[in-house]
């Protein structure tokens, strides 16, 4: 198991401190204009920018059981969520992050909003923090090690322990397949603590059937309830279904009953697709707690049904998540509409006449938001996807969450930006294709002398299969843009979906990747990566016939980038019919290497420009429940960094909720020409720059 690096950690014993609530750094929201990145931190290497797929802002109320008299519960909000009652009323335990953005640490605060304190704050995530009936321990989901894990804190002393990951159960645990845990809930008696899990179940996607496994890559999840005393003894399963999902338990007021939302792994996907949510539907079960038997269907029909929570021996609570009839349920007949706000993870109180939730709204984060830095050499901050910066220090993004997927430049304070290509002003694409996220200008690429700028422009993910693509090259300014090669709106059996360039660093070359009609049937002719010579002497004619394009790969594979030596290209191939792979190839075809085998999808590579590769992993599995995510695709993506040859494998994020699209800034680029970033003298020459930067990770493009 890989480790992220050491760093300090709070974890407080209650009486022994009381915190004031701690100054919001991230209360101003700035917007694309603002000078955000001019506050680049002296001292560090440099910034990370990478983008984060979540809510823009979450805040936590508490209302009566039909929602009326609803207050918010902090009165100086950060990013609260996933709260619950303790067990006499009195406090709210809950999730927030307000230590930093992306950065998820648990708390409690009394019911009228005073009284804040920390329970355990790391640079892991802490998260679905619950009671024990007497008071006097935690339960709550931790990171720490890279996987999700149950662990106990003892309130008055501040000790804790992991109890899902103690000898007796590793000794029946799979660690290369998912075996994250999630979601406890205390017993009434104390004496159990009941939660989901993926343990030794498989990595799969979802959709339909193609050559090579499932058409879409993401992963979906199958969960079982297990159940494990506060010792960490008497770990055992409670309820089972093949190819299901069995989430968030919670206990009947007699301790008899264990209740838990039921859906199909599938379904997993849909439940947290903003496409198919709509679709998809899961119901309400009651199990036998000794047994597992004696399974109760509590809530049937259409809709996604979660977070189910006894209120009575005989009534539950539940969230009916998406559409017009979204909202707070009881089996009682109350239903409180909640579809406009958003309101997730809905907890009531011992006496069901109260419930807290959090009220999410997807305001972007705007381009340079300072986020949580998980290494204290660089300073991370937000980005749009796909970002990439020039041997001379402009920056150059995909504006996908903060506009119509234009291709933008800014300098590296995030200054001066630019419209360089927009493919629906240009009428390539239509609005609505882009607002869906299925089409856009995707991936620039910027050549070595900072004058040109590549990018594909037409229909990804699955419209790749029928519309087209076409790889452009503009100027540095967006003008005298040209396409590159050939495709067409519709496909045909000989025009190909080409997008996702990278220039090789002397100019010269373009890769790209390829998909076609039958792709998905193995037609090795319309898979893999081409090289695109822009100056091959039978490349450029006088009637402007398209450059030489040549094969390089005819497999799966996405997502090339050149290395800055130009002797690599690193991409994403698919391995096997359920595994994603970083791999890299010569320029000329040899020395294929795949680099990691983690079987849990790595993709999205970029290179640093000292020669490391930094990718997207999902190795260290689910944080959290995959169907109680919102939005997102690959809500379980963590950042890592490795060698050119793979080794030396780290962890650069431990963030609940997807990371993507990175590009690390050295600090010479925030300063003006050859000056040195922390003595503020000059440098004793632009060789001199250039040997200090080479020590350091750069910009990964």
């Known amino acids: 198991m890989l480790s992220l690096f050491s760093a300090p950690f709070l974890v407080c014993a209650i009486g022994l401190l009381s915190l004031a609530r701690a100054t919001c750094p991230y209360a101003q929201r700035a917007s694309m204009g603002d000078k955000a990145l001019r506050q680049f931190s002296q001292g560090k290497d440099g910034v990370m920018l990478m983008n984060r797929i979540a809510p823009g802002t979450s805040r936590l109320y508490i209302s009566d059981l039909d929602g009326s008299n609803?207050?918010?519960?902090?009165?100086?909000?950060?990013?609260?969520?996933?709260?619950?009652?303790?067990?006499?009323?009195?406090?709210?335990?809950?999730?927030?992050?307000?230590?930093?953005?992306?950065?998820?640490?648990?708390?409690?605060?009394?019911?009228?909003?005073?009284?804040?304190?920390?329970?355990?704050?790391?640079?892991?995530?802490?998260?679905?923090?619950?009671?024990?009936?007497?008071?006097?321990?935690?339960?709550?989901?931790?990171?720490?090690?890279?996987?999700?894990?149950?662990?106990?804190?003892?309130?008055?002393?501040?000790?804790?322990?992991?109890?899902?990951?103690?000898?007796?159960?590793?000794?029946?645990?799979?660690?290369?397949?998912?075996?994250?845990?999630?979601?406890?809930?205390?017993?009434?008696?104390?004496?159990?603590?009941?939660?989901?899990?993926?343990?030794?179940t498989q990595w799969l996607g979802h959709g339909w059937d193609t050559f090579f496994g499932l058409s879409g890559w993401e992963h979906t999840q199958e969960l079982s309830i297990f159940a494990i005393r506060p010792d960490g003894s008497g770990f055992r399963?409670?309820?089972?279904?093949?190819?299901?999902?069995?989430?968030?338990?919670?206990?009947?007021?007699?301790?008899?009953?264990?209740?838990?939302?039921?859906?199909?792994?599938?379904?997993?996907?849909?439940?947290?697709?903003?496409?198919?949510?709509?679709?998809?539907?899961?119901?309400?079960?009651?199990v036998d707690f000794e047994t597992g038997a004696n399974r109760v269907v509590e809530v049937d029909g259409p809709g996604v049904k979660v977070f189910p929570q006894y209120l009575s021996d005989t009534e539950i609570g539940y969230l009916l998540k998406g559409g017009t009839s979204e909202g707070i349920y009881t089996t009682g007949g109350l239903y409180y509409n909640t579809s406009s706000a958003m309101a997730r993870s809905p907890a009531w109180s011992p006496d069901a006449k109260k419930v807290v939730y959090e009220k999410t709204a997807w305001n972007v984060r705007?381009?340079?938001?300072?986020?949580?830095?998980?290494?204290?050499?660089?300073?991370?901050?937000?980005?749009?996807?796909?970002?990439?910066?020039?041997?001379?220090?402009?920056?150059?993004?995909?504006?996908?969450?903060?506009?119509?997927?234009?291709?933008?430049?800014?300098?590296?304070?995030?200054?001066?930006?630019?419209?360089?290509?927009?493919?629906?002003?240009?009428?390539?694409l239509s609005q609505s294709v882009v607002d869906k996220g299925t089409g856009g200008a995707f991936q620039p690429s910027w050549s070595s002398d900072g004058n040109w700028i590549t990018f594909g422009v037409g229909y990804w993910f699955q419209g790749r299969g029928s519309n087209g693509g076409w790889i452009v090259r503009s100027k540095a300014d967006g003008t005298n843009a040209q396409n590159l090669t050939e495709s067409a709106l519709t496909l045909t059996n000989t025009t190909l979906n080409t997008g996702f360039p990278s220039f090789s660093p002397d100019g010269n070359k373009i890769v790209f990747r390829v998909w076609g009609l039958d792709s998905e049937n193995g037609n090795k002719s319309q898979l893999g990566l081409r090289i695109l010579?822009?100056?091959?002497?039978?490349?450029?004619?006088?009637?402007?016939?398209?450059?030489?394009?040549?094969?390089?790969?005819?497999?799966?594979?996405?997502?090339?980038?050149?290395?800055?030596?130009?002797?690599?290209?690193?991409?994403?191939?698919?391995?096997?019919?359920?595994?994603?792979?970083?791999?890299?190839?010569?320029?000329?075809g040899s020395d294929l290497r795949v680099l990691t085998s983690s079987n849990a999808n790595d993709a999205h590579a970029v290179w640093s420009q000292d020669g490391r590769i930094i990718y997207s992993t999902g190795e260290y599995g689910f944080q959290y429940e995959c169907a109680l995510y919102?939005?997102?695709?690959?809500?379980?993506?963590?950042?890592?960094?490795?060698?050119?040859?793979?080794?030396?494998?780290?962890?650069?994020?431990?963030?609940?909720?997807?990371?993507?699209?990175?590009?690390?800034?050295?600090?010479?680029?925030?300063?003006?020409?050859?000056?040195?970033?922390?003595?503020?003298?000059?440098?004793?020459?632009?060789?001199?720059?250039?040997?200090?930067?080479?020590?350091?990770?750069?910009?990964?493009?």
Request: proline share 6%; net charge neutral; charged share 20%.
């Open 366 to 428: 705007p381009q340079g938001k300072l986020l949580y830095s998980w290494d204290s050499r660089w300073e991370y901050r937000f980005t749009d996807v796909f970002p990439t910066s020039s041997r001379q220090g402009n920056i150059a993004v995909t504006q996908k969450q903060l506009g119509d997927s234009s291709i933008i430049s800014m300098n590296a304070t995030g200054q001066s930006s630019e419209n360089l290509f927009d493919p629906v002003a240009r009428g390539i």
């Open 70 to 200: 609803e207050a918010s519960l902090l009165s100086e909000p950060v990013f609260e969520y996933h709260a619950s009652f303790s067990p006499d009323g009195q406090w709210v335990l809950f999730t927030s992050e307000r230590n930093g953005d992306g950065n998820s640490d648990i708390y409690r605060i009394r019911t009228n909003g005073s009284d804040l304190q920390p329970l355990v704050a790391t640079p892991a995530i802490e998260d679905s923090v619950v009671l024990s009936p007497n008071g006097s321990l935690a339960a709550y989901v931790s990171t720490e090690g890279m996987v999700a894990n149950i662990w106990v804190l003892d309130l008055a002393s501040g000790r804790r322990w992991n109890l899902t990951d103690t000898p007796a159960v590793a000794a029946t645990t799979n660690a290369s397949l998912p075996h994250g845990y999630f979601r406890p809930a205390w017993s009434p008696d104390g004496q159990w603590i009941a939660f989901s899990s993926d343990r030794n």
């Open 630 to 701: 919102d939005n997102t695709f690959q809500p379980y993506g963590q950042i890592n960094i490795m060698d050119a040859d793979g080794r030396n494998k780290r962890a650069l994020t431990i963030l609940c909720g997807r990371t993507l699209c990175r590009c690390m800034l050295e600090a010479r680029i925030f300063e003006t020409l050859y000056i040195h970033p922390w003595t503020r003298k000059p440098w004793s020459s632009p060789t001199a720059r250039r040997n200090a930067a080479s020590r350091r990770i750069g910009c990964c493009s």
């Open 533 to 588: 010579d822009l100056f091959s002497s039978s490349g450029t004619t006088q009637n402007g016939s398209h450059p030489v394009i040549t094969t390089l790969t005819n497999a799966w594979d996405t997502l090339p980038s050149f290395s800055p030596d130009g002797s690599k290209i690193v991409f994403t191939r698919r391995t096997t019919p359920t595994n994603y792979d970083i791999c890299t190839i010569r320029p000329d």
């Open 237 to 286: 399963q409670v309820a089972t279904k093949e190819g299901y999902a069995l989430g968030s338990p919670s206990w009947s007021p007699n301790g008899k009953r264990v209740v838990f939302y039921e859906m199909s792994r599938e379904t997993t996907w849909e439940a947290h697709s903003s496409f198919d949510l709509a679709t998809a539907n899961s119901t309400i079960v009651s």
